[in-house]
């Protein structure tokens, strides 16, 4: 006969203390099995979570690294010297109006945009660290699809108007890259 023994199974979730059945050994043995096998199960999709989780890790890295560096600094150009460039080369009367309520619908946008932004940041920060955070899908589609109509705003409406005021001089495209160019250029403190 086999001893009466406090045995450790192996459950599903890997915890637990019961006493083993003196009476039914070769019982005992199959539940241990299924409790093992049941983990193994779990362990087998181990591969594709950890995937799963770098890619998340990567994602959110590049996201959080696009909304901090890359978005500040599109919409800062796009303020600073393609607005105004536009304003100040669109004709008085209606195609200057047209410009500025152009540039009021996109600084608004981008107002907007930031904000989405701001209230996703601190999870989107946590999930690129590998830290667990819940991410609201809602929020998230809120974000992309505001800034998916933003891009497509611009592109049908704003840039081919800016290419059409400014294209009627090409010494005022040629300003406009000189402008974003030493606007991007490296700063080197000088000596006297």
């Known amino acids: 006969m086999f001893p009466i023994m406090q045995q450790r199974p192996v459950g599903a979730d890997g915890s637990g203390t019961a006493r083993l059945d003196p009476e039914e050994p070769l019982d005992n043995f199959s539940r241990c099995h299924e409790g093992i096998l049941e983990q193994l199960r779990g362990f087998s999709d181990l591969p594709a ?3 799963a989780a770098n890619r998340a890790r990567q994602v ?3 996201v959080l690294a ?3 560096h890359g978005v500040p600094s599109h919409h800062g150009d796009e303020e600073s010297e393609l607005f105004p460039a536009v304003v100040r080369r669109a004709r008085p009367g209606a195609e200057r109006e047209r410009a500025k309520a ?3 619908h996109l600084t608004n946008e981008h107002r907007h945009i930031e904000d989405l932004w701001r209230m ?3 999870v989107v920060e946590a999930v690129a660290r590998g830290k ?11 974000l992309v699809q505001a800034y998916v109509a933003h891009a497509r705003f611009e592109e049908r409406e704003f840039l081919p108007f800016a290419r059409e005021v400014l294209g009627r ?3 005022h495209l040629a300003a406009l890259g000189m ?3 030493l606007r991007h250029a490296p700063h080197i403190a000088g000596y006297i």
Request: net charge negative; proline share 6%.
């Open 60 to 62: 959110a890295a590049g």
């Open 102 to 104: 152009l540039v009021r």
């Open 169 to 171: 001089d090409e010494a």
């Open 179 to 181: 402008s974003l160019h």
């Open 120 to 122: 996703q940041r601190p």
């Open 66 to 68: 696009m909304f901090e």
């Open 132 to 142: 667990p955070g819940e991410l609201r899908r809602a929020a998230t589609m809120e």
């Open 49 to 51: 979570l950890v995937e």
